[in-house]
């Protein structure tokens, strides 16, 4: 894919709006605007007082950048009432902790053409009582990952904002409760009440595909949701628009279908190979059957399977990946205690993950379990790890190739012990010998 192809929207010219205030993550965040795949026309920065000095940043980018300094402090509504100026039909916000992956813009564009919609990288869905009950859709930050499989309508969209300037309006027909809480519910309720205009977290699953917005600066003492009555007010602000007419969306479609369900183990596999149905049919004959199977492939036609079962959990990509990638997007999606890998070429013992899990259950300082075959390690498709653990340790590096196996294996003694044990969990042959640990 051909970068910076403003050619093409040649119709759709995009304003991004960042705003500095106490951070200054400012040149990074211009670096990745200026790297998109679509190009916003132009750049607005917005600095509120003179907490951190930018001049040096903006100078560097005075050919790129419309700068202007408020003397005082509009709050975190205030970059949302100045797009009454901008003359684009698109808008783009960014919070001062964000930076947009590369895709992030044209696929945010594309999306809110297709859906009519405002689209945000990260969205929220609210039960009926309010606040108290939250689930996270998109890529996670503080939370635990959990990549969009498919584009999702959320009740509100969080730390960056896609748009059609016309729909500034609605945002701006209601006086705010708080001046610096909630205009992110504000701008979604506003537009779904006066403009039945929706708010949606696009399909996510491969980052350099989707090109989802990363947060990195979240937990600093600047972020707001560290304040005090930060949520007390923002349950304010929710049953305000609910007193109005504002649908939750768990109040319609209803709770379960939305729920996190977790479960002991999940069993990550790349199907790689088309003839994978030996592997998987290991898998669903496990003596332990608290587990659901995520299967990662670019296209599951052709792969065959005797019969479906509500343990399989399909997620397909629309590009040929690498292994490494596979592996990464299933765990990011995995919801399991525990995280056991697999692949496609091996068929697993009948009780391996009964055996695995009581391993890890008993030995609390392991934070991963594999096996080594004719003393080689085969720790890929063998191991099974902490999930919180994997995610701390950010997965497998796709940009080193084969070497990902020994460096995952390397971050992980950092946190904890590993054990690595005989073969007794997998085997490439169709009939394993069983070894008991």
Same mark, same amino acid.
Not at 85 to 114: H, W
Not at 256 to 276: G, H
Not at 367 to 386: K, M, W, Y
């Given at each position: ?336 205690? #525990? ?56 997965? #497998? ?41």
């Amino acid at each position: 894919m051909e970068k910076n192809r403003v050619e093409e929207y040649t119709l759709d010219v995009i304003t991004a709006i960042l705003t500095v205030w106490k951070r200054n993550h400012l040149e990074e965040q211009l670096q990745a605007l200026l790297g998109q795949t679509v190009v916003p026309s132009h750049i607005w920065i917005q600095q509120s007082q003179h907490h951190v000095d930018v001049s040096v940043i903006v100078d560097k980018y005075k050919d790129r950048v419309c700068y202007s300094c408020w003397e005082n402090n509009p709050g975190v509504f205030g970059r949302f009432e100045s797009v009454i100026q901008v003359e684009t039909p698109y808008i783009f916000i960014i919070d001062d902790d964000m930076i947009p992956g590369e895709m992030f813009i044209e696929n945010a564009l594309s999306t809110c053409k297709r859906l009519n919609a405002i689209i945000s990288p990260h969205g929220r869905l609210l039960s009926s009582d309010a606040c108290q009950t939250k689930i996270f859709v998109g890529d996670g930050y503080q939370f635990q990952h959990s990549f969009c499989l498919e584009d999702t309508e959320v009740d509100f969209g969080n730390n960056a904002w896609f748009f059609k300037k016309e729909w500034i309006s609605y945002f701006l027909s209601k006086t705010p409760l708080y001046r610096n809480n909630g205009e992110d519910i504000h701008f979604s309720a506003m537009c779904k009440l006066l403009g039945n205009i929706p708010t949606y977290v696009p399909r996510q699953i491969v980052p350099v595909e989707s090109g989802n917005v990363k947060r990195y600066y979240s937990a600093d003492e600047h972020a707001l949701h560290l304040k005090p009555l930060f949520n007390k007010e923002r349950i304010d602000v929710v049953e305000r628009f609910r007193n109005i007419g504002w649908h939750l969306r768990l109040e319609k479609k209803g709770v379960e279908q939305w729920e996190d369900r977790s479960c002991a183990i999940s069993v990550v596999m790349a199907v790689i190979e088309k003839d994978a149905g030996m592997a998987i049919q290991s898998i669903l004959q496990q003596t332990w059957v608290d587990f659901e199977l995520i299967l990662v492939c670019t296209d599951k036609r052709g792969i065959s399977l005797n019969g479906e079962d509500k343990r399989i959990r399909w997620v397909e990509t629309k590009e040929e990946l690498s292994k490494y990638v596979l592996l990464n997007i299933g765990c990011g999606v995995a919801k399991g205690k #525990y995280i056991c890998m697999m692949e496609s070429g091996y068929v697993s013992f009948p009780d391996r993950l009964q055996s695995q899990y009581e391993f890890m259950e008993e030995e609390q300082e392991v934070v991963a379990v594999g096996a080594t075959l004719d003393g080689e390690n085969l720790f890929l498709p063998t191991v099974i790890v902490r999930r919180d653990v994997l995610h701390r340790v950010k997965y #497998y590096d796709e940009s080193i190739g084969n070497l990902a196996e020994n460096d995952l294996l390397y971050r992980l003694l950092q946190v904890g012990s590993i054990v690595l044990f005989e073969n007794v969990f997998v085997s490439k042959t169709e009939q394993p010998i069983k070894v008991n640990l």
